[in-house]
T-cell receptor
């Protein structure tokens, strides 16, 4: 089954404790991206990747890092999480950046 | 910078009614426009993708139209059902070398039995 898988789905952590949210897709997609969704602000793009070793900032990249060492994986790294990073995070992928976008189920992160 | 607006923010209709959701965008230089559905606490599911060269796209009871020149797209839902209750979002990848996708904030649709 074609899918985008995120882990963990739910996480509660404390300020400053590094964490990684993994994202994996099995559709051989070149384009992958991360979004955060907050009430009243909608979906905002954090980072995106056009292909392996090619990443770029979205609209809200501060406090986040990404890497794309393999085509299927695109982890989101929070080096020193802060409470303002409490949010619902989505990973998505598509064949090309303007292709049909497939989303993961989301990862709800709470930073205390 | 591309801005995407969805009106109304919320809509409540009785079952069986036909309805229209609106999406407007400020920069008409787009590759395509995509409509999504999001159920509470879930990810987004792609409904329809309209290429910039198309004017309409249909899937079952859903019909999406695109008017690039006026910066507008509509999603028409025929014979609405309670299972259609969800938030509907549109997204626009801009043209040129800008690869940032921009989403509208969505329309929360409630279909009452």
């Amino acid at each position: 089954e074609a899918q985008v898988t995120q882990n963990p789905r739910y996480l509660i952590t404390v300020t400053g404790k590094k964490l990684t949210v993994t994202c994996s897709q099995n559709m051989n997609h070149e384009y992958m991206s991360w979004y955060r969704q907050d009430p009243g602000l909608g979906l905002r793009q954090i980072y995106y990747s056009m292909n392996v070793e090619v990443t770029d900032k979205g609209d809200v990249p501060e406090g986040y890092k990404v890497s794309r060492k393999e085509k299927r994986n695109f982890p989101l790294i929070l080096e020193s999480p802060s409470p303002n990073q409490t949010s619902l995070y989505f990973c998505a992928s598509s064949l090309g950046f303007a292709g049909e976008l497939f989303f993961g189920e989301g990862s709800r992160l709470t930073v205390l | 910078k591309q801005e995407v607006t969805q009106i109304p923010a919320a809509l409540s209709v009785p079952e069986g009614e036909n309805l229209v959701l609106n999406c407007s965008f400020t920069d008409s230089a787009i590759y395509n426009l995509q409509w999504f559905r999001q159920d509470p606490g879930k990810g987004l599911t792609s409904l329809l993708l309209i290429q910039s060269s198309q004017r309409e796209q249909t899937s079952g009871r859903l019909n999406a139209s695109l008017d690039k020149s006026s910066g507008r797209s509509t999603l028409y839902i025929a014979a609405s059902q309670p299972g259609d209750s969800a938030t509907y979002l549109c997204a626009v990848p801009p043209g040129g070398s800008n690869y940032k996708l921009t989403f509208g904030k969505g329309t929360l649709l409630t279909v009452n039995p």
